[in-house]
């Protein structure tokens, strides 16, 4: 099976203008989470998407929204971008079902805001 | 709230000795808990996770965790150190909202 996919890999991006990534997840994942990460904070949960309906949302400001679609691709987007919004952006697809489920994460979009 | 810990920053072992990672939980109910590992420009691999039974859980690439409910820990080792092990490590703990909450890593260095 292909892993879960990020486009782009790298962006580069002027403070004030908005981003959007994208995110397919392994086939038969229904759930796609977003994390942000920075040397500083960490990894933090942006939010959960299940059937394109979003389940769980972490603290960020509403600038940062994503949705879902049918086909499960995921994509986020970060409108009046700040220098504090450079991170490595990751998603993860998991498949819930019976049981407790671990995520797997795609290698990342590296956003740089200048 | 559910949260972890893992208190060392860094790990320093010499290749061919065993490693530890440290992590420590705080959950209300039963604990899922999980270890990634993550290497330079990538993004994290899945090593493991414990969720009922056997304190003692095997994952990928020789790793293993122990499960201690008293001293509420979920360890993470390996018995014979590889250079190529030599990466950042996450604790996550699965929370009552299924959120997944990750500690704040810890940088293992094996020197050959």
């Known amino acids: 099976k292909a892993g879960v996919t990020q486009t782009p890999r790298y962006l580069i991006k002027t403070r004030g203008q908005q981003v959007t990534l994208s995110c397919s997840p392994i086939s038969g994942h229904r759930s796609v989470s977003w994390y942000q990460q920075t040397p500083g904070q960490g990894l933090q949960f942006l939010f959960e998407y299940f059937s394109e309906t979003q389940r769980n949302k972490g603290n960020f400001p509403g600038r940062f929204s994503g949705r879902q679609f049918s086909n499960s691709r995921s994509e986020m987007n970060v409108s009046t971008l700040e220098l504090g919004d450079s991170a490595l952006y990751l998603c993860a697809s998991s498949h819930p079902g019976q049981g407790v489920y671990e995520q797997y994460f795609g290698p990342g979009t590296r956003l740089t805001v200048t | 709230a559910q949260s972890v810990a893992q208190p060392e920053d860094q790990v320093n072992v010499a290749e061919g000795n065993p490693l530890t990672v440290k992590c420590t939980y705080s959950?209300?109910?039963?604990?899922?808990l999980f270890w990634y590992v993550q290497y330079p420009n990538r993004g994290l691999q899945f090593l493991l996770k414990?969720?009922?039974?056997?304190?003692l859980v095997k994952g990928s690439y020789g790793f293993e965790a122990e499960f201690n409910k008293s001293q509420t820990s979920f360890h993470l080792k390996k018995p014979s150190a590889l250079v190529s092990d030599s990466a950042l490590y996450f604790c996550?703990?699965?929370?009552?909202?299924?959120?997944?909450?990750f500690g704040a890593g810890t940088r293992l260095t094996v020197k050959p």
């Open positions: 996550a703990v699965r929370d009552y909202n299924n959120d997944m909450r």
């Open positions: 414990y969720i009922t039974g056997d304190n």
């Open positions: 959950v209300s109910g039963n604990p899922y």
